[in-house]
């Protein structure tokens, strides 16, 4: 059994139950020898952390846990670092949302507009950590968990020396529905970008069954947090795979648009109300299990895939996860340095990716490099404060587009978050 040391940076999130829940089931493979919940909010931090010393100790895991809201103690001695950081918190999700309606964008926190803001104030925050993960701990993997996942990845496998891998949950989700479905020993291809992401290829003893499951109608669900518009058949067959539930946004925009102007909440002010309702059931002392409520956050398979990672680098096991890692060939329409979102061989060395079959889906390929370059505009403006990398992010994004409508959301949303983007306040 490979003991380990784990710090979550950003452990008041009320996810953290969830971690604790999936270290709790793999008991037999892990030893959890020390645990250190590290947040700057101190009430979130103590209310989620308490119920995670409750929950181990119900379950007898004799594991030393630290709460506190510094690095400088959080970091030294450990073999992991899992970051699942919200600089600004809800309400800053609040303004990614609800801003960019007034101006006839999509308003969401991973993608488009609302999402490159969200990468902006993050990316200085993230640098911060890394350079501290680099002087006290080099040695550790840092498996991350904050979105925008893909470009948060990309920025610390570029610019910084620490060892890293992203992960979601959507690729979990989509490859445990096909296999409910068509049994274990289905061979699936998946690729893309962080929630850009499709299944292009479903075999079973050879056979190529993705037309077919197209005719009968069959799809994996949609995530919790996105309201079901569904994909024409004609709209599959042409991009070439299953698309990921974030894909609806590009598919079906002006029904997402039409979703966020009509709908009397926010996402995010929904997520307020259940994260408080989650931190009121956290507080009573006789809870010791992550409870239900939790799933409807968005989040459900969070602890399997990062303790399922976790276990495969501990105990360098080869098994196959989807995670977010440097491209370095793969995809040959891809740059070497550009992050991807694909399925490796994770062991102790790191991630080896899946070989991918001869590709020709040139849509994919258009829409995956089109994002890419949004998001490495968007890594060069939150590093130099720079408008016109700002602007060219922009400017290539399907959902953003039009100059003058982003441009005035822009300096909107620029203004609002004002104290999270230190670069364009020196700028």
Not at 80 to 86: D, K, L, P, S
Not at 127 to 138: D, G, N, T, V
Not at 353 to 364: E, K, L, S, T
Request: aromatic letters at 8%.
């Amino acid at each position: 059994m490979k003991e380990i040391n784990v710090t979550v940076i950003g452990s008041g999130s009320t996810y953290c139950p969830e971690l604790v829940d999936g270290f709790l089931q793999r008991q037999g493979s892990l030893k959890l020898k020390r645990l250190v919940l590290m947040d700057i909010d101190d009430r979130k931090r103590n209310i989620v952390g308490d119920l995670c010393i409750r929950m181990l100790k119900k379950a007898g895991m004799d594991t030393e846990v630290l709460l506190t809201n510094s690095l400088d103690e959080a970091l030294p001695g450990a073999d992991f670092v899992v970051t699942q950081i919200r600089v600004g918190k809800l309400p800053a999700r609040y303004l990614d949302e609800s801003i960019p309606v007034k101006y006839d964008l999509i308003g969401q926190e991973t993608t488009g507009i609302g999402g490159m803001f969200k990468a902006l104030r993050t990316i200085p925050v993230m640098a911060q950590i890394c350079k501290k993960i680099e002087a006290l701990c080099p040695d550790a993997w840092l498996i991350n968990f904050t979105n925008p996942s893909g470009i948060i990845t990309d920025f610390v496998l570029n610019h910084t020396n620490v060892k890293c891998m992203g992960l979601c949950n959507v690729p979990i989700d989509m490859l445990d529905d096909i296999r409910e479905n068509l049994g274990q020993d289905v061979d699936i291809t998946y690729l893309g970008l962080n929630h850009l992401s499709w299944i292009t290829s479903v075999k079973k003893d050879g056979e190529e069954l993705i037309g077919k499951l197209f005719n009968e109608g069959f799809a994996p669900r949609v995530m919790a947090n996105i309201v079901d518009d569904g994909f024409d058949i004609d709209c599959l067959k042409a991009c070439g795979g299953w698309p990921s539930s974030y894909l609806q946004y590009f598919y079906n925009r002006d029904a997402k648009l039409r979703h966020l102007k009509e709908d009397k909440k926010t996402r995010a002010r929904v997520c307020m109300e259940i994260e408080e309702q989650l931190l009121e059931m956290y507080k009573d002392e006789e809870l010791c299990v992550k409870p239900a409520l939790l799933d409807k956050r968005g989040g459900h398979k969070y602890s399997l895939a990062a303790c399922s990672l976790i276990d495969a680098i501990a105990n360098d096991t080869g098994d196959v996860h989807v995670v977010n890692i440097l491209n370095k060939g793969t995809l040959p329409f891809m740059e070497d340095d550009d992050v991807v979102e694909i399925a490796a061989h994770i062991g102790a060395s790191g991630a080896e990716p899946v070989p991918v079959g001869p590709y020709w889906n040139r849509h994919i390929k258009s829409l995956m490099t089109c994002i890419k370059a949004y998001e490495k505009y968007t890594i060069e403006a939150a590093l130099t404060g720079n408008d016109t990398a700002a602007y060219n992010a922009m400017m290539v994004h399907p959902l953003i587009g039009d100059y003058a409508r982003s441009r005035a959301c822009y300096e909107e949303l620029k203004d609002a978050h004002r104290e999270f983007l230190p670069e364009f306040l020196r700028s």
